[in-house]
T-cell receptor, first 113, second 109 residues
């Protein structure tokens, strides 16, 4: 079974530039999550989708972050404009439902300089 | 105070030792995840449990719902077990995951 795929794995950008991350969840998984993990800290939920609807985006900085999940499958997370404090690993995860085992991707490492 | 607390924060053990990592939570949960994160790697789900005990290889996870406490045990530890172990509680009607602060385990030869 293919896992959660993310790209790019690594990205370095200058502050005020934009970046987009892509996630392909495990086939059939209705729930998709984007987490931000700053070095030395635990993951912080940015947004949770159930199919193509948003369940929770309370911690998403909406002035600069946006996410979509068209057709309830793939998802993209965009940051525009990036700030230095956005340097982190962006983890995508998926599960069959909100009360099922959660599977994480390898993460997309962002460095903003 | 965090809703999910882990102890210890850091743990060093010698190969072969029995290891216990603890997780306490202060909210009602529907399930609890134990996750493993290697340096530079993604997160792997080890267990999801809502009661009792689960075992997979050298790993054992237990949960006591009444005491709001869970433990992850590693028997016959090995250097490849070196990683950060995170417990995450599934809470609320929206099934939100609340993460503990993680336990950094280093197993030496």
């Amino acid at each position: 079974e293919a896992g959660v795929a993310q790209s790019p794995r690594y990205k370095i950008i200058e502050k005020r530039q934009s970046v987009a991350f892509w996630c392909n969840p495990i086939s059939g998984h209705a729930t998709l999550y984007w987490y931000q993990q700053i070095l030395g800290q635990g993951p912080k939920l940015l947004i949770q989708f159930q199919n193509n609807g948003v369940v929770d985006d309370s911690q998403l900085p909406k002035d600069r972050f946006s996410a979509e999940r068209l057709k309830g499958v793939d998802s993209t997370l965009k940051i525009q404009p990036a700030k230095l404090e956005d340097s982190a690993v962006y983890l995508c995860a998926s599960s069959m439902g909100r009360r099922n085992t959660i599977y994480f991707g390898e993460g997309s490492w962002l460095t903003v300089v | 105070k965090n809703e999910v607390e882990q102890s210890p924060q850091n743990l060093t053990a010698q190969e072969g030792e029995f290891i216990t990592i603890n997780c306490s939570y202060s909210v009602g949960i529907s399930a609890l995840h134990w996750l493993q994160q290697h340096p530079g790697g993604g997160i792997v789900s080890l267990f999801m449990l809502s009661s009792g005990k689960k075992k997979h290889g050298r790993l054992i996870a237990t949960i006591n719902i009444q005491e709001k406490h869970s433990s992850l045990h590693i028997t016959a530890s090995h250097p490849r077990d070196s990683a950060v172990y995170i417990c995450a509680a599934l809470t609320g009607t929206a099934s939100k995951l609340t993460f503990g602060t993680g336990t950094r385990l280093q197993v030496t030869l």
